[in-house]
């Protein structure tokens, strides 16, 4: 083996490497978002970005829009008269 095919070899690994992380913290940002913005459906949310991993990030975008959408909460104050 030659050094050009060692390199060659490192530089494939370092490919596949982070394109593995990429594609993992894509599957996790939408239920990082989630969390962080305290959404009521957070682990919803979390669960609906690693199924897009298995269905090839084809729902990704909506599960992100998901993590961003604030639902009205009910006040304490509905209802009481």
Do not use: C
């Not at 992380?21 to 305290?38: H, S, W």
């Not at 669960?47 to 897009?52: K, L, P």
């Not at 993590?67 to 006040?75: I, K, L, M, T």
């Amino acid at each position: 083996m030659s050094v050009i095919d060692i390199f060659a070899w490192i530089v494939l690994i370092v490919l596949v490497l982070s394109t593995v992380a990429v594609i993992v913290f894509l599957a996790m940002l939408p239920g990082m978002i989630a969390k962080r913005r305290n959404h009521p459906w957070a682990q919803a949310v979390t669960v609906g970005g690693w199924v897009t991993l298995l269905l090839g990030f084809a729902l990704w975008p909506i599960v992100l829009i998901w993590a961003y959408v604030d639902v009205p909460r009910p006040s304490k104050t509905e209802g009481v008269s």
